[in-house]
């Protein structure tokens, strides 16, 4: 229900804007457009096909093109910024945070890179390079260096001066950062703490020097786990001195965790978050066709294991007819715990120390499962073909894929991860693989024992 | 390389919180567990067997275990309350946020909520009814009722030394609301404004009136696409008179997100990310078994369409060989077009208003994928079989099959969610039904027409 709700919402302002544009006002298009969020433009720009995408793109205010271009995709990202002059592409970046600039600078073109680093003062040019000089999914390529800091041997009273002197803080400011005479990170001090004391109280009495500080090496991945595990708003980056650099702030954070799971979601699919739904067919066609070309050869291989059973299918085609569902439900019983791990690894808890314990859980949730679910195809398969043992076969070889898929399950992911490649990608072609070619043999192979003796 | 980095870390702690407990000295457990925070003493806990988990639980600072309590699934909550007894259990609860308290008030035994509100002060209490009464994953119930309120017609000075008085503020306070003397919501002052701007400023001059306030009644999804989509850092939450209920802030908004992907990637295998990686063998078999049988259902369907087809089959025991990959690669094709169409229908991006463009760009990427990869497998199967009639069956049967999953991939979630059904779980069952049914027939059917005449 609650989801049902969710999509309504904007899926009501898609049908509201796609009639506009089959009507052919752009009158009424560019109002409802333009009341809505560059995150929300975002959204409705992914959800247009190309043609009607356009025309919505040329309606957006100027002052917003920036912050959608950093709040769609990297291929819708491309369509919008080929349809803009390079002029238009400086002026919509080059008042953006140096963090989201950071972000889309690699797609534009090189010519409009040079425009808009020329149109930046040395200040934010410097800021920029730094920023750009971290590799991607690093903390320094997420944080912001516009960094609001404090001296510790000071009061309350001469930081409210100060403040006022310097006006508007950094969006999302919710701490100061104090630091030493060389920019040293010493900690922080909440916003809240300024205004909830006296003026005449020491900053070094309100510092918070608990919250360690982020290494600027660190991984994206780390910090988003580290950000949800202290429930932070807001940390401080430093380089191996101990020097202030920067600040990452939630909102990134939450970009990233939602990366994450698209990522994980449709990696399992052979796909890549980055992609338009609406790609033109022929780059969608390249893109899909070699996961399909890795799941054809598995499956030719599944396949031949079948062929050499030929001269037991041609007795009893009955197994012809049953084999699929020995192959498809040990898939099915090794997705459930694929998925499990994956999750697990995601975060972090399945290592080395308890995988024993998981696998020797799986293994006996598979013997237990292929008990069940055995006997009730077991007693199909005997009722429908009239043979009891074909039941007894199709039992025996339904548990012993269950214990397959429990084994791949669980040690196909750990040793991708272990072998740097992404279990979410790879673990589903690997266990339909296994649960395809030994449900095969299983099934088979028991056959050939047990019936044509 | 980063995901490695990332477990890297929390699997470094579990192992050698591991190692100590193996070597049962638990005074460097105790030191070691005590220095993370109450989320990574929750993840450490989910990550250890039963046993294990009950004496690290047994370790964890008395301070921290209403934290650790809200950080866990439902199912590892419940095991931890079965070891704590109702004077700890009080204890550890009385002193959380009421949001938290709300969230974990219906796991606790009924002796146990009594002693709790019988341990609250009129308010706090009053308040956590009020939260109680709204319906879970709504705004209501993600709201604290803890919220710092001014009017409008004062200074900064006043607010401040009001502010002064008062002392700490609820964490995560970033601005404070405005409201009138009904207590209606007028608008909200960021605590920077505060501090940027000179006492005597009247406070009317520094109100942002532009965030509109969350319904009550808005459901939790959309409580987080508000959040991201506007990057805000808290909202306040009003009834439908306009009065100001609570606010909602963005770490909780962060664990919405969490759970949705997790519950996303879990359910479209049957799982739910409540459950406990190391649930007792029986429960597990239970839970999964169900999702299981559903689709062994599926597969004895499948299975009677090859049924009919036993008299082919009996004259080419290729046949039998080579339909595994017609089924199978059909099913791997729809899983691409599901996976998108999850991800657009959770983002609200796919409609009524491009639901066509989209299956006609599918149906085009389905057709020209069976052409390739059809001809492909056609080519191979004749090589193998020596029958070039038979590639083409095959070819053809694959393209056709691509097509069927092309077509569920993009209807059967859009059915679902209009029948208000989880896309999610549903999808790859129907999926799989369809491309394994009808993958056999037009194989198993062509090859009847064309091989058999």
């Known amino acids: 229900m609650a989801e049902a709700v969710r999509?309504?919402?904007?899926?009501?302002?898609l049908r509201l804007l796609s009639d506009a544009l089959d009507s052919g006002r752009l009158g009424p298009v560019r109002r409802l457009v333009n009341t809505l969020s560059p995150a929300e433009i975002g959204n409705l720009l992914e959800s247009l096909p190309p043609g009607k995408r356009e025309v919505v793109w040329g309606l957006v205010d100027?002052?917003?093109?920036?912050?959608?271009?950093?709040?769609?995709?990297?291929?819708?990202?491309?369509?919008?910024?080929?349809?803009?002059?390079?002029?238009?592409?400086?002026?919509?970046?080059e008042d953006l945070d140096i963090d989201d600039l950071a972000d889309l600078v690699e797609d534009l073109p090189d010519t409009v890179i040079d425009e808009v680093l020329k149109s930046m003062d040395r200040e934010n040019r410097e800021r920029l390079e730094q920023v750009l000089s971290y590799d991607e999914d690093t903390a320094g390529r997420l944080m912001n260096p516009d960094v609001v800091?404090?001296?510790?041997?000071?009061?309350?009273?001469?930081?409210?001066?100060?403040l006022r002197l310097r006006g508007e803080l950094p969006e999302h400011t919710d701490h100061l950062y104090?630091?030493?005479?060389?920019?040293?990170?010493?900690?922080?001090?909440?916003?809240?703490?300024?205004?909830?004391?006296?003026?005449?109280?020491?900053?070094?009495?309100l510092i918070d020097d608990e919250q360690a500080a982020i290494d600027v090496d660190e991984s994206a991945n780390e910090v988003a786990r580290q950000f949800s595990d202290h429930d932070w708003l807001s940390a401080p980056v430093v380089d191996d001195n101990n020097i202030l650099l920067g600040r990452i702030t939630i909102d990134d954070v939450v970009d990233i965790i939602r990366d994450q799971a698209e990522h994980q979601a449709l990696s399992a699919a052979g796909l890549d978050e980055d992609d338009d739904m609406f790609s033109p067919v022929?780059?969608?066609?390249?893109?899909?066709?070699v996961w399909l070309a890795v799941n054809m050869v598995t499956a030719f291989i599944a396949s031949s294991v079948v062929g050499q059973f030929e001269a037991t299918i041609e007795k009893i085609v009955a197994l012809a007819v049953l084999m699929p569902i020995v192959a498809g439900m040990g898939g099915n019983a090794g997705t459930q715990v694929l998925a499990l791990m994956v999750r697990?690894?995601?975060?972090?808890?399945?290592?080395?120390?308890?995988?024993?314990?998981?696998?020797?859980?799986?293994?006996?949730?598979?013997?237990?499962?292929?008990?069940l679910l055995g006997t009730v195809v077991g007693s199909v398969a005997w009722a429908w073909f009239h043979d009891p043992r074909l039941g007894l076969v199709i039992g025996s070889a339904l548990t012993l894929n269950f214990c397959v898929a429990a084994?791949?399950?669980?040690?196909?992911p750990l040793t991708l991860k272990r072998m740097n490649l992404d279990p979410a990608l790879a673990g589903g072609v690997i266990l339909t693989a296994m649960t395809d070619t030994l449900g095969f043999l299983s099934f088979l192979g028991l056959a050939t024992l047990i019936l044509l003796k």
Chains 1, 2 share one sequence.
């Open 282 to 289: 022929p780059r969608a066609v390249r893109r899909r066709v």
């Open 407 to 412: 084994l791949t399950g669980v040690l196909a």
């Open 149 to 162: 800091t404090v001296r510790a041997d000071t009061t309350v009273d001469v930081v409210l001066r100060y």
């Open 7 to 13: 999509h309504d919402k904007t899926a009501r302002q």
């Open 62 to 93: 100027a002052e917003d093109d920036g912050e959608v271009l950093v709040h769609v995709g990297d291929e819708v990202r491309e369509s919008l910024l080929a349809d803009m002059d390079p002029d238009e592409i400086v002026a919509a970046v």
């Open 344 to 371: 697990g690894l995601a975060l972090g808890q399945v290592g080395a120390s308890n995988v024993r314990t998981l696998l020797w859980k799986e293994i006996r949730v598979a013997l237990l499962n292929g008990l």
């Open 178 to 205: 104090v630091v030493s005479r060389r920019h040293q990170y010493i900690g922080r001090i909440a916003l809240a703490a300024l205004l909830t004391h006296e003026p005449g109280t020491p900053i070094n009495k």
